[in-house]
């Protein structure tokens, strides 16, 4: 059975060009696809939901795993290696687009001698791969290293990380209601476009920051 896998590192990033690529591919060569499994998440590593499920619960051997290019699978250089050498000793058969080699079926060779030398190649190409993906992992780690520390040097390191979801007196004004109960919790959340999690987390604040101040005057 033919499988795709694709990852993107964040949200902003489509997922759809990756995907189209896979489905053409395999139009293309009258391969079924079953399904194309797909992640948001970095490359760093691979504790990604689908892929785990794709690598333990669907994968088997004889089955063919189609993806876009080496770093969508994996930016790690060692672990990607790693993961490549997992599915060729579970015979899944990974073919990856960008390298043209992995598209060629060289176990079917009656050469033993052309057998040894796609392998190689593809091996060497491989790795080759590996290593630009990892280098850029290193470079894109470095510039933001380097950035955190500008903001330091610039002393505007309070500015740096995820925004505040909402002004917290603002939060405050419009929780009172829910107090009073002239707003139910969800219509608050709702108002304020605020998540379930950050809500409560709010909430939290508040009645702790009141029950100090109901402590002083007493």
């Not at 058969?93 to 593809?122: F, G, H, K, W």
Request: with cysteine; charged share 35%.
């Amino acid at each position: 059975m033919y499988y795709g896998y694709h990852r993107t590192s964040t949200d902003l990033q489509n997922l759809d060009r990756g995907i189209k690529e896979i489905e053409d591919f395999c139009i293309k060569n009258s391969y079924k696809l079953e399904k194309v499994f797909v992640d948001k998440q970095t490359g760093k590593n691979f504790n990604r939901p689908r892929y785990i499920v794709l690598k333990e619960d669907v994968l088997r051997d004889g089955d063919v795993l189609i993806i876009t290019e080496l770093d969508r699978l994996g930016r790690n250089k060692e672990e990607t290696l790693k993961e490549l050498k997992h599915f060729n000793d579970s015979g899944v058969r990974v073919m990856i687009l960008e390298i043209p080699t992995t598209l060629v079926d060289y176990t079917n060779m009656d050469n033993s001698m052309a057998t040894m030398i796609m392998q190689t190649i593809n091996n060497v190409l491989i790795e080759m791969y590996a290593v630009i993906a990892h280098t850029e992992m290193l470079k894109r780690e470095k510039r933001q290293r380097e950035g955190i520390q500008a903001k330091k040097d610039r002393n505007d390191w309070d500015n740096y990380g995820r925004p505040k979801a909402i002004d917290y007196n603002v939060f405050a004004n419009e929780y009172k209601k829910v107090i009073t109960g002239e707003l139910k919790p969800f219509e608050c959340m709702k108002k304020l476009n605020m998540k379930k999690s950050t809500f409560y987390h709010y909430s939290k604040k508040y009645k702790q920051i009141n029950s100090l101040i109901y402590k002083d005057k007493n």
